[in-house]
């Protein structure tokens, strides 16, 4: 008997989805049946947008091999059933994985097994639930209060910059960060030159790469350990005194490069989902995830890269955040699709689905004659909302510019569009004869 195809036809029964992904924790990304995997994508997408579990006709005619049954049991039983399933399954596949170390290193072995039986147990318990006194919650709470009055409102991980971290009180275990911007306004470099920031401070980073090749990402972490003009470092035109730099840092490299490890997405026959990110997160036991390219992700059994799918990426990521006890920190195209007209609806859906379950949220603006960043901070959920700038000199500085004045960056926004509306093609009805509008990109200034 296929549960998992029963939890399909019973959701479309009960008109039942949100009690399922709620208190189940049953999602599309959870099942292991394809077509089970399929058909819970399109309900999902179906309730985001409808606000309502699709007709059983209109699943039928999307997916005329569903075979649709009546259930019996009640919802409760058959999700129990579906849970019970994917336990066996996982910790199957768990023992499978690991069985090669029983032999060669038993002790990392059980730590392996005993830390994803842990994580098993709490993603299909129900009732995961813990629970505390605000007696017992007093000391915890008046030991935060003390490290960050003597850290100077600092509660987590120090960022490069300072205005960043008195708008969040720095980067904590089990945040979900994400940057984003559109293509070319340097969201890879923030990223790497963050990691280079936190391995310093002896932070376990693993940094994971779909867009670019691991040599790419170990270039330009090697252009800021030795300091060094990135655009020379890649074309063999450094001087002999910048050479020299860069063959000292051979020793700082030595120093915090354990703490780096570079992980590229290679296989494009293979789905890159979140759980292949969990499958590396279990090997490396990393303390952040900095993660280039999660617009890029898969949602499993699903073949296209949909925005509306964004929303489930984006509660997996901040499970995962959860799950591990880490920081993650994620980069994302801003959604720029579509006619100037229509745009708007779509940014406004990417916004909700992104920004949902993310606890810090940032905005590039990069200027290519200025050599800087703006960055704005659309959203921190324990802190406050702002901007600052950066420069922007690969390898060399990427240290915040407090003689710019932050007041400014709202002008240069409305500069960036008044820019970007001379880009308009000039005709007698608003458009040029055999050329669309052009695409405005106010993000170019």
Known sequence: MNWQRLL?????QDKELRRV?????LTPNTLSDPLAIRIFSEIDAHYRKYGEVPSVE????????????????????VCDKVQSELMRREVANLFSRYEHLLQNDPRKFVKLCKNQVERIHQVFNTHSFEDKTLEELYNPVMEDY??????????????????LNQATGG???????????????????????????WAQAGQKCLFITREMSKEQISRRLLSFVAGVDYRKLRTGTLNEEEEKKLIEANEKVKEIGQNIIIS???????????????MKLEEVCP?????????LLRIKGSRDRDWTNFMTISQDMKQIAKEFRLSVIATSQANRRGSAASRSADDIAFTYDFFRDTDVVLRLLYSRDRHMIAVLIKKSREGEEGAFVIEAKPGISMQEDKTFPIVEVDDWVKQIAREAEKLRVPSSNGVEEGKEEEDIDIDVW
């Open 146 to 163: 003390w490290q960050s009055k003597h850290s100077q409102g600092l509660v987590g991980i120090p960022y490069p910059w300072s205005s």
């Open 264 to 278: 590229e997405a290679v296989d494009e026959d293979r789905e890159f989902t979140l759980d292949v990110i969990r």
């Open 58 to 77: 209109l699943i039928k005619d999307k997916f005329p091999d569903f075979d649709y049954q009546e259930v019996g049991d009640s919802l409760d039983v």
């Open 8 to 12: 399909i036809c019973k959701i479309l």
């Open 287 to 295: 303390t952040i995830l900095l993660l280039d390219g999660m617009h």
């Open 21 to 25: 992904k709620v208190q189940y924790r």
């Open 171 to 197: 980067l904590e275990p089990e945040q979900f960060v994400l940057i984003y911007a559109n293509s070319a306004m340097m969201k890879t470099w923030i990223l790497v030159y963050c990691c280079y920031f």
